[in-house]
């Protein structure tokens, strides 16, 4: 790596990363290796990674919010059911699109954790108590992400 390149390349990082983006493309494409800011690019890829596991978390979580509020929230359910509904598809969809096999193995561990954060956003929202809720998330993988499963609790209601 030529010094004085690394060093405009290093400079540029920090006042125009949109810039520095457009010059390390082409550098990449045209296969100049020993001109990169690897230091830079290393710490691009891992912001990358970090923002692609928090897009799959934050849908994932919404998911989970819309069908608690489905299950639990009794008192806006006929208002609001067909809303939740469709936020549900919405999110399934995104998270579908965006999930790859080694963002669900690492999503998977954190379902408890997600679910917490979806139970204090609806117990927020709602007024609900947060002793109304199951400790642990109720919803498998699978539930969550599959196109037509609700709770049953909202599939009774909605039959009614």
Wanted: net charge neutral; with cysteine; charged share 25%.
């Amino acid at each position: 790596m030529t010094s004085s390149t690394n060093n405009r390349l290093q400079a540029l990082y920090q006042s125009d990363d949109y810039l520095w983006l457009q010059q390390t493309i082409k550098l990449l494409k045209t296969k100049d290796f020993k001109n990169l800011d690897i230091e830079n690019l290393i710490e691009e890829l891992e912001s990358l990674g970090r923002s692609q596991f928090n897009k799959v978390r934050s849908l994932l979580r919404q998911i989970i919010i819309h069908l608690l509020l489905l299950e639990y929230w009794e008192q806006e359910y006929e208002r609001n059911y067909r809303h939740w509904q469709a936020e549900i598809i919405t999110f399934r969809d995104d998270l579908t699109h965006e999930l790859t096999t080694s963002l669900k193995n690492k999503l998977i561990p954190e379902l408890d954790s997600i679910y917490n954060i979806a139970v204090s956003f609806v117990s927020q929202k709602t007024g609900l108590s947060k002793s109304i809720f199951p400790a642990i998330c109720p919803y498998s993988f699978e539930q969550l992400l599959k196109d037509s499963w609700y709770p049953l609790n909202n599939l009774k209601r909605i039959d009614k």
